[in-house]
């Protein structure tokens, strides 16, 4: 009797979290039988609505179900780190048979409950397992995927565009902590790119990148005012392109250089299509295609193909929208020459997988 109360209370925790997300919980039940394929969201600190990182991985799980994999899909939004283990236990416990989590910070929580639950399949995004590279396998969870990008690689794009486009020869980077991996290999490779441009061109670009590392956690990527403020300093100081890279932080620095009519360059999804009032001077976003990533993994996990470790997924850059006429055309060849460079390895961007 004691265990019937104990589920019934779990359900209607669940139940009361989910719902305060903006979704409805099926019940335990639903997600228990086998013809019922049911995919559960954890974010980080960040929402599902952030027209970026987080946004992009939620549609990667709507597409799942669009795709007729997935029967039942949700998200929790994570208020608090604390909660990692709670809300991936909330959906686990329900059930689901895959659970994304999404961001670094949600690493170890993710690993942890891979053990717990062995027989979920868990997708992490930015989540890279060490653990496949080494001799070392104590960390080896057969059921745990890391989807993965070249960010450095979307940065280094991003960066020769802004570079060989800046009439000033400045340019400027708003990012989030570079205590974030991903986010760190993003602002580098924004550095290494636009060096790359002033060496086939004779500029010299000044580049300046500012990482939002001096608060919490719980702030570095829901701080749009922060990232606008950023971003004026930099164009008081002469730059006429900036880049977002980081959450709400970075479309708060996306949104005040378009509004000044400057270059502005998102990041993770193509935000012309994302951020409306920085639409007109969007000049492309440094693109980790997610929500493909997401879907494929989603797919493999169902259909029994997907492989423990790690997995890597696309990036580049998006198109340049309204703005288009505004490129020269020797620009656009340089840029392709440039990704189909980084696709054969012809060229490196010298950014190593973590800070230093």
Known sequence: MKKLYFVMALLIVASMILTACGASAPSEADCTKKDVFCVGLVSDVGKVNDKSFNQSAWEGVQKSKTDGVADVVQFIETADAKDYAKNIGTFADAGYDVIVTVGFGLGEATIAAGKTYPNVKFIGVDQFQAWQYTDDKADDSANVTGLNFPEDNAGFLVGALAAMMSESHVIGAVCGTDVVPPVWRFGEGYKAGAAYADGMNKTATEVQVVYHSDVGFDKTFTDPEWGAQTAKAMMDNGADAVFGCGGLTGNGAITA??????????????????????????????????????????AAAKGGSIAAGNFVGQAGYAPFHDLDSKVPAEVKTSMEKINAGLLDGSIKTGVSPAKP
Do not use: N
Request: charged share 15%.
């Open 257 to 298: 250089a378009a509004q000044a009519g400057k270059y502005a360059i998102g990041v993770d999804a193509d935000q012309y299509l994302t951020l409306p009032e920085a639409a007109p001077r969007m000049l492309s976003s440094a693109m980790k295609l997610i929500t493909p990533g997401v879907a494929e993994l989603i």
